[in-house]
C-alpha cells in the first residue's frame, strides 16, 4: 500500500471512529521550502462538529490523524487536513487580517499584537508581513498563547 492510499484508508478509519460517514480526497504537495504535505480534502454533510470552534477540533483531528498514519508508514510524513475548504477559507482571513495589521502599523506606528493562533496560522501570517520589507512580525509566548506581533521593521 503507498503513502496516499494509507493516508486515506487511515483518515476513512478515524472518521468510522466517529460514526462520520465523508469523502476523502488524499493529495500530495511541495511548499517552498521543498518540505512535502500530504493535504486531505473532506467533504460531506454536517461536519460542522469535525471542524470546532475556530477549528480547534480539525486541528486535533489532523494531529491525531497524523499519529495514526505516521504509525503504519515507515518514514514520518505531514499531513494538512482540510473539511469543506475550511482551512483555505481560514487562510485567506488570516491574509486579510495581516495585511490589514501591516496598513495599521504602518499609518499610525504602533506594532500590532495578533490574538493567540496555532503554527500554521502564525506562519501564514510572517510569510505576508516577509513581503513588506518596511514591517517585520516575531511570535511570543507559550504553547496555546502563542501570538503573532508584527511592527515597523528597524531601518
Known sequence: ??????????????????????????????????????????????????????????????????????????????????????RAQRKETLENLARQSIQKVKSTGYSQVLPPMSAYERRVIHSIVSEDVSVTSHSEGEDASRKVIIETAKQ
Open 1 to 86: 500500500m503507498d503513502i496516499i492510499q494509507t493516508i486515506g484508508t487511515t483518515t476513512q478509519e478515524l472518521l468510522g471512529h466517529l460514526k462520520i460517514i465523508a469523502k476523502v480526497a488524499v493529495s500530495e504537495s511541495t511548499d517552498e521550502t521543498s518540505n512535502v504535505y500530504y493535504n486531505i480534502e473532506i467533504s460531506g454533510e454536517g461536519l460542522g462538529a469535525l471542524i470546532g470552534y475556530h477549528g480547534e477540533t480539525l486541528n486535533h483531528f489532523q494531529h491525531i490523524l497524523s499519529l495514526a498514519a505516521n504509525n503504519k508508514l515507515e518514514n514520518r510524513v505531514k499531513v494538512l487536513v482540510d473539511i469543506d475548504g475550511w
